[in-house]
């Protein structure tokens, strides 16, 4: 069975500073991975995708993530984080049957 | 191309009626799946339809049921509605046949109140 973990409903940064969120899978199956930001009163809309082509996955907005398959792990980060960043931030994995398999969220809050 | 769309927006019902959100893909798109969103729960996925056959269900009751067109065009209907349906209702295509691999792309989600 196919399983995500995202670490943290909540993770604050200060304007500037790293963005660091974690997401740890369990997948049956080679993984298909994904990163998600929803901004407030908004759908989702994708940042990245992780297919196997590399390792280094990177995506709209500054944003990349690494794939670490002895660690099973998708985390994103940003070097500088601005304020227009704050939103919530869903990692999600290849299920079966057509269906995602999804974290329950990070809320990134931006500092000034 | 325009994005996906979804009607209404905002929606207020009573407990025990009963309502129908519509959601109209990207063109081309012949895979849409709905997802129930609220604060306590996430994302939760309701259904998933690839041109008029639903192929996947998620765990939710009977009340919870959908189609699609031949258009693609899709909707869902909750009868029989209760406080606890009260959440964001989103909509995604996708332009392949496998939306566990494709970018999924969300409408702005229907937000709806039972009171």
């Known amino acids: 069975a196919q399983s995500v973990t995202q670490l943290g409903s909540h993770v604050s940064v200060s304007e500037g500073a790293l963005v660091l969120l974690r997401c740890n899978y369990s997948?049956?199956?080679?993984?298909?991975l994904f990163w998600y930001v929803q901004y407030p009163n908004q759908g989702l809309q994708l940042l990245l995708k992780y297919t196997s082509a590399a390792t280094l996955v990177k995506g709209i907005n500054g944003f990349e993530a690494e794939f670490k398959k002895s660690e099973t792990s998708f985390h994103l980060t940003k070097p500088s984080a601005h304020m227009s960043d704050a939103a919530e931030y869903f990692c999600a994995v290849r299920g079966s049957n057509y269906q995602l398999i999804w974290g329950a969220g990070t809320k990134l809050i931006i500092k000034p | 191309k325009a994005g996906v769309t979804q009607t209404p927006r905002y929606l207020i019902k009573t407990r025990g009626q009963q309502v129908t959100l519509s959601c109209s893909p990207i063109?081309?798109?012949?895979?849409v799946s709905w997802y129930q969103q609220t604060p306590g729960q996430g994302l939760q996925f309701l259904f998933e339809?690839?041109?008029?056959?639903?192929?996947n269900k998620g765990n939710f009751p009977g009340r919870f049921s959908g189609r699609q067109f031949s258009n693609s065009r899709s909707e869902m209907n909750v009868s029989t509605l209760e406080l606890g349906d009260s959440a964001l209702y989103l909509c995604?295509?996708?332009?392949?046949?496998?939306?566990?691999?494709?970018?999924?792309?969300f409408g702005p989600g229907t937000r709806l109140t039972v009171l």
């Open positions: 995604a295509s996708s332009p392949g046949t496998e939306p566990s691999t494709d970018t999924q792309y």
């Open positions: 997948s049956s199956v080679p993984p298909y």
């Open positions: 063109s081309g798109h012949r895979s």
């Open positions: 339809y690839f041109s008029e056959t639903q192929r």
